[in-house]
């Protein structure tokens, strides 16, 4: 099934990036996400856009955000370039998801719905090796030493961006901007609305069920 379109939305703690690696795994497609698209195609030549900078490098060096023409360009360029996917952090916004529909078409459209208090829970009780990068947390996911990484003994720490007050400036970030694009696929034949309450074993089942139904 290594052509299987798959666009995954939801707030910050929902768990895309745990299910976007499960689906990529399973059904042998591609996971492409903002960030790893940007990576792996820093040094792409955009002086045909009138920007500020010839490069998405330039732009992640200076620490300014890479404008949306780019990011379109990238994960445009992403998605051409792989059989399957499944698309993990994009469209950010309604403009995105107007260049989304010019791109590709989608085979089905995973939301994941978590409530805000659990969504501020999981992301102030996340704790992040200092070494390795591994995540845990305080109550669901704890290390068998406390403050302790399992995989590599490095020290757990709380991210900056963790903090309550970080984590409901980022919700409310999402509610502004990405919100209204789950919205505009609400109701669509190939959009699924997925409880991410749940334990990740029976949201994979759920998600698993919606990808095999509809690809």
Not at 1 to 29: E, N, Y
Request: charged residues 35%.
């Amino acid at each position: 099934m290594a052509d299987a379109h798959v666009l995954i939305l939801g707030p910050p703690g929902a768990g895309k990036g745990t299910q976007s690696s499960r689906i990529a795994d399973q059904f042998d497609v591609e996971h492409v996400t903002t960030g790893d698209a940007l990576r792996s195609n820093k040094d792409m030549d955009i002086s045909d856009m009138d920007t500020e900078y010839d490069t998405p490098r330039e732009y992640m060096e200076a620490g300014d955000l890479v404008p949306d023409a780019v990011v379109n360009a990238i994960v445009e360029e992403a998605l051409q370039s792989a059989d399957g996917y499944v698309l993990d952090g994009y469209p950010r916004n309604m403009d995105q998801a107007k260049e989304l529909a010019d791109m590709t078409d989608l085979d089905v459209i995973l939301s994941l719905e978590v409530s805000r208090d659990e969504l501020v829970d999981r992301l102030t009780g996340r704790r992040v090796c200092d070494d390795c990068g591994t995540n845990y947390h305080v109550e669901f996911d704890q290390p068998e030493e406390e403050g302790v990484c399992d995989e590599c003994g490095g020290e757990l720490i709380q991210r900056d961006d963790d903090n309550e007050e970080s984590v409901n400036n980022r919700l409310d970030v999402f509610e502004d901007n990405t919100a209204p694009v789950i919205d505009h696929y609400r109701g669509r034949e190939d959009f699924v609305e997925i409880d991410g309450e749940q334990t990740p074993d029976e949201v994979w089942a759920a998600i698993e069920a919606a990808i095999d139904e509809r690809v």
